[in-house]
């Protein structure tokens, strides 16, 4: 049958505070992952990303954590500004095969 | 980062035509390329997968008749939309990978609205 989107769950935070969006994986084999965003009317972008044989990784105002041992990835924003507001999906790779969680809406309340 | 192009970025066409969509690496030679969908406030749904040189890989329950997919170079893929429909009307992405890389480079998106 055809396949349908999922609808995407939804996160609002006020700016300045931090945000936490997770991704529960589902491929014990993957080795790398990787946070986009997505705002509207746009094609995903590259945030950061984080191989499997680290559990954290910082970038500016962004942090990845991964848990290989529950296949958790989380993101965390620092001082959320408006600007943040958009779609925020993670990916992980295994091998040559790519699979994408459905995303998280943060919306940033001034 | 790699930047993926698409073109057009926003097409209106009307319904019983065609319309080819470009996606193009431009500054890397990508081996994969991929070609979602996306409905408003939905997630994206992976459509085809092209390799350089070999016909494309549809996921279950995409049309290939309706989708065609052409990855002639490694800086290239078409995806055209045969015989339009407005159900047809979404938010059409490409990305572009390369074999023993790491992330996908996400093109802008094509909005195709057919009437």
């Known amino acids: 049958g055809e396949s349908v989107g999922l609808h995407l769950p939804t996160l609002s935070v006020q700016e300045g505070d931090n945000s936490i969006i997770n991704c529960a994986y589902s491929n014990s084999a993957s080795d790398y992952f990787i946070w986009y965003k997505q705002e509207s009317g746009k094609g995903p972008q590259f945030i950061i990303d984080?191989?499997?044989?680290?559990d954290k990784r910082q970038g500016q105002r962004v942090t990845v954590l991964l848990n290989k041992t529950v296949k958790h990835l989380s993101l965390q924003i620092a001082a959320t500004q408006p600007g943040d507001s958009a779609v925020y999906f993670c990916?992980?790779?295994?091998?040559?095969?790519?699979?994408f969680g459905t995303g998280t809406s943060l919306t940033v309340i001034p | 980062g790699a930047v993926v192009s698409q073109h057009p970025s926003r097409v209106i066409c009307k319904s019983g035509t065609s319309v080819k969509i470009e996606c193009r690496s431009l500054d890397f030679q990508a081996t994969t390329m991929f070609w979602y969908r996306q409905f408003p406030k939905q997630s994206l749904m992976l459509m085809a997968t092209s390799n350089e040189g070999s016909k494309a890989t549809y996921e279950q329950g995409v049309e290939k008749d309706k989708f065609l997919i052409n990855h002639a170079s490694l800086t290239l893929s078409t995806l055209t939309v045969t015989s339009a429909h407005p159900e047809d009307s979404s938010f059409y992405i490409c990305?572009?990978?390369?074999?023993?890389?790491?992330?996908?480079?996400f093109g802008p998106g094509t909005r195709l609205t057919v009437t």
């Open positions: 990916a992980e790779k295994a091998g040559n095969q790519f699979y």
């Open positions: 984080i191989r499997s044989n680290m």
């Open positions: 990305s572009a990978w390369t074999s023993g890389g790491y992330e996908q480079y």
